[in-house]
């Protein structure tokens, strides 16, 4: 029982577009929505997070939207640079249970 | 700089066998989370320690158990190893629990791998 899917295991974007990385969830209970960042070798880095209340965060170059009817977030990276190519894993967290639930990750490659 | 440490950073162990990984929170932070990340797959969280208490725990055996010290660090320990152990386990760190955990500091990872 998967509540935090990611459907593309991969994404190639062209350095200087914008790169979207799609997430979907299960759990209508979820209160805190967060994106990580993991190069190879290292633990993953937090990256962004969003509250179920809230539609849109933003932190620079990142921005992260939420669509709670859908059960749906998106993380917009704009523009996209070399050093963003990682592995990006979208996470779910509820106040009720302290546990991140993680989906499987979309490996982004930012080509030249 | 996360300022999170593990230890060993890889192992190789025989099935059957015991073994015990070592994390080092972040200065300040009371709460540490395992999780187990498999090839191919997302961190799959395991326990949660605050305060030197379990304070959650996901759908593992309990042949995987865990400490947290006065200072905050912590040990997770996998007895009777099996084949499907072998990944990458992840410790996090963070100030409190609840909506304080969504920001979780983790470490490099320790590669366990069972033959």
């Known amino acids: 029982d998967q509540q935090v899917k990611q459907n593309s295991p991969s994404l190639s974007v062209q350095e200087g577009r914008i790169s979207i990385l799609n997430c979907d969830y299960t759990n209508s209970m979820f209160d805190y929505f967060l994106w990580y960042k993991k190069y190879p070798a290292e633990g993953p880095t937090f990256l962004i997070s969003?509250?179920?209340?809230?539609d849109k965060n933003e932190d620079g170059r990142f921005t992260v939207f939420l669509n709670k009817s859908a059960k749906h977030l998106s993380l917009h990276i704009v523009p996209s640079q070399p050093g963003d190519s990682a592995v990006y894993f979208c996470a779910a967290n509820s106040n009720r249970d302290d546990k991140i639930i993680f989906g499987k990750g979309t490996r982004l490659h930012i080509l030249p | 700089e996360t300022g999170v440490t593990q230890s060993p950073t890889h192992l190789i162990k025989t099935r059957g066998q015991q073994v015990t990984l070592r994390c080092s929170s972040q200065?300040?932070?009371?709460?540490v989370s395992w999780y187990q990340q498999a090839l191919g797959q997302g961190p799959q969280f395991i326990f949660q320690y605050y305060r030197e208490e379990e304070n959650g725990r996901g759908n593992f055996p309990p042949r995987f158990s865990g400490l947290q010290f006065p200072n905050y660090s912590s040990e997770l320990n996998v007895n009777a190893l099996e084949l499907d152990d072998s990944a990458l386990y992840l410790c996090?760190?963070?100030?409190?629990?609840?909506?304080?955990?969504?920001?979780?500091?983790f470490g490099q990872g320790t590669r366990l791998t069972v033959v």
């Open positions: 200065s300040g932070h009371n709460t």
């Open positions: 969003i509250s179920s209340i809230k």
């Open positions: 996090a760190s963070s100030l409190g629990v609840g909506a304080l955990n969504t920001e979780a500091f």
